[in-house]
C-alpha cells in the first residue's frame, strides 16, 4: 500500500520556465509534508516543508501547495535553474505514537531543467 | 553547525557476514531514524532511536538492529547479510521539539554492496 505516490517518474522544462511537481497521498492522518531534493549516491537535501493546516509556503524560488481535501501537494520551483536537476521526493509524516521520526517517501520524480 | 555524517561511505561485504553502520546526527538533535535506499522498493524507513531507546520499527527482518549512545550518536547493524541487503543507507536526524513539525537531516548515506 503506497501511501504517498509521485505519478511522474520525470519531468523536463526547460531554463527560466516553471516547474511544477505533484504528490498524491492516502493516509489523512499525515500532518507535516517535506519535499527533498537528491542526487545519486548523496543524501537528501531538505528544500521546504508544510504543515497540514496552512495550504501554501515560500521559501525563494520554492513553494509548495497544499489541498487537503485532495490529498494532494505541489512544489513549484520559478523560475528554473539547471542546477535544479535532480531527483525529488515529496515525504510526509502522521504525529503521535507509533509514527515517530518515520516518514514516508514517494518514489521521486526525475527533473531535467535544460539550458 | 556540522552536518549529518555517516561511516563508512562504501562497503563491500559477502552474503553471510555481518556489518556495522555508524551515524553522527547534527549537534542538539537526539532523534535519529535510518531508512533502506534501493532501486526497487525506494526510501524505506527502518527505524528510529531517542534517548538510547527505539521508539519505532519499520519493516524489516530482525537481521536490521541499531542502537543508539548517550551522545546521540547511532549504529545500525545487519546480521547474516543477504545479496538484497545491497543498498543505500541513510541515516537522519532531527531536534525533535515535540511537535509535528520536525523536520530530518539527512547524512550522505553508506553504500552497502553485497557479493
Known amino acids: 500500500d503506497q501511501q504517498v505516490k509521485q505519478n511522474s517518474p520525470s519531468l523536463s522544462v526547460q531554463e527560466g520556465r516553471i516547474s511544477i511537481l505533484n504528490c498524491d497521498y492516502t493516509n489523512s492522518m499525515f500532518d507535516y509534508f517535506l519535499w527533498y531534493k537528491k542526487y545519486p549516491a548523496e543524501g537528501p537535501t531538505f528544500l521546504i516543508s508544510i504543515s497540514s493546516i496552512k495550504d501554501k509556503n515560500e521559501d525563494g524560488r520554492f513553494t509548495v501547495f497544499l489541498n487537503k481535501s485532495a490529498k494532494h501537494l505541489s512544489l513549484h520551483i520559478v523560475p528554473s535553474q539547471p542546477g535544479d536537476s535532480a531527483v525529488y521526493f515529496c515525504?510526509?509524516?502522521?504525529?503521535?505514537?507509533?509514527?515517530?521520526?518515520?516518514?514516508?517517501f514517494g518514489q521521486g520524480t526525475t527533473l531535467q531543467v535544460k539550458p | 553547525k556540522a552536518g549529518v555524517t555517516q561511516t563508512p561511505r562504501y562497503l563491500i561485504k559477502t552474503r553471510g557476514q555481518q556489518v556495522t553502520l555508524s551515524c553522527s546526527p547534527i549537534?542538539?538533535?537526539?532523534?535519529v531514524s535510518w531508512y533502506q535506499q534501493t532501486p526497487g522498493q525506494g526510501l524505506q524507513f527502518l527505524f528510529e532511536?531517542?534517548?538510547?531507546?527505539?521508539?519505532n520499527k519499520g519493516n524489516f527482518p530482525g537481521r536490521f538492529s541499531g542502537r543508539q549512545f548517550s551522545n546521540s550518536r547511532s549504529e545500525m547493524n545487519v546480521s547474516t547479510l543477504e545479496l538484497g541487503d545491497s543498498a543505500l543507507y541513510l541515516c537522519?536526524?532531527?531536534?525533535?521539539?515535540?511537535?509535528?513539525?520536525?523536520?530530518?537531516?539527512f547524512g550522505p548515506g553508506t553504500r552497502l554492496t553485497v557479493l
Open positions: 532511536y531517542f534517548s538510547e531507546t527505539q521508539r
Open positions: 515525504a510526509a509524516s502522521a504525529h503521535g505514537s507509533g509514527n515517530t521520526g518515520k516518514l514516508i
Open positions: 537522519a536526524s532531527s531536534l525533535l521539539t515535540g511537535g509535528p513539525e520536525d523536520t530530518q537531516y
Open positions: 549537534s542538539g538533535h537526539r532523534s
